[in-house]
């Protein structure tokens, strides 16, 4: 066979519509299979964890043979050595158990590969974008001038929504002339803030000098004299004060700001006021916890990232604007081989507004999932998993031997063993945290809170009970003893 009647006969069977639907087949069934042993007793170990460097050497041994290991043989590798999200004693970081439907709704949306740059290249992705971002905006209690875009991930989003305020606050086109020269600015930024906003601040050539921090209380929430005195430090050091972003809630422990206190602020100063609600928007939906966020209709903008707490895979962040027209001022660069109208005419090209070209389709996998189950289901999981963080902190209070950092606010706990006559607390819960991710039963994350290091665990499997989390206690015990 000549080299091109092989390539041909490749292509033949790479897409083959047979091969493709046996291959499809066994593949959801060992997810279906994964996924009813993701529980202590089908598979004890969350993360089997390997070394990095091993790790590597694994796979680089592998890639010129990849052609010849079946696809079965290495999906059930993969499943087999990584982090599993779906397992009920995953309790770290932020980012969510995916919601099965919503991993079909993203093998249909990779299968079409529908980019959503514009709309001819997504069509369904964008209809369903604009109807989700209409209902985000009006659980915020925003009315129909209000508008917003899809972008991937809440680092991206953060820097989306200030990239807007830069361009709303300056006084003349800074997307054309840029920011050298210009008098120095500040950006007023809780100390609890996610890093991502520093970032933001730094990309968009202010530099890190330019955010004024503002300071916290005990419980991890914006001081309102903190506010007042960041404000008069930048403006005594030459700067001119441009935005405030208050958080809801912030990253380690879940703390939700007084948004109604901070939008009163941030309106009577004259500035932007930007919410990074990206863990917390969607307690908008439970009504036992949406008053968390009241204050929020005084944003400007702000983000909410569904890859956290709406059960999405990731990435899928909205960035919403009160005056929706403001997202059409953001990026003011001209592509005119995609665009024929001006960008307000044309709300179904995506790309005027954000930073990204071509995207996945996010909002279709929210979309599906909103339709599968409703908006109650997403409204009882976020109440559940409040619900839990409130349990597990009881517990934690009772048990005598370990304390909370703050109450939790959100599905977020950060706490302490306290193991009687440990003279160094924060080796034990490194150690601890060491051992945990060694042994792989439970997935806890750490993080340093008032100069002092703390375990902190998510709640935000719908599958984890309180019996997950008192054998954690235990097993935190045991490796105390
Ligand atoms: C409050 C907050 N904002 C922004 C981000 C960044 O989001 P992403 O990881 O989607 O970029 C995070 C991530 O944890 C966060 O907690």
Redesign the pocket.
Known sequence: MSPLDEYQDLVKKAFDPEAFRAEGHATIDLLADFLAASNPIGRPRVLPYEDPGDMLKSWADRFGALPRTSLPEIFKEILARSNDLLHPRYVG??CTTSLPTAALAGLVGQFLNNGSAVYEMGPVNVAMERQLVGWMAGLAGWGTGADGVFTS??????LTALLAARQAMAEKNVWATGVAGEPPIAILVPES??Y?VKRAVAVMGFGEDSVAPVAVDDRFHIRLEGLESAFATAERAGRRPLALVA?A???ATGSFDDLESAGDFARDRGLWFHV?A??GAAALLSPKYRSLLKGLEKADSF?W?A??NLLMP??I?AVLFREGDRSYETFSAKASYLFEKTAREEWYNPAHRTMECTKTMMGMRLFVSLAAYGTDFFAGYITSVYDLAREFAAEIRDSGDFETAVEPESNIVCFRYLKRGEADLDALQRRVRRTLLRRGDFYVVQTALRGHVWLRCTLINPRTTISDLKALLGEIRAIGA
């Open positions: 970081h932020q991930g809440g680092t991206i989003g953060n803030s996610h991502s958080n809630c912030s990253t990074d990206a863990h983000i990232d890859h956290k990731a990435l962040t």
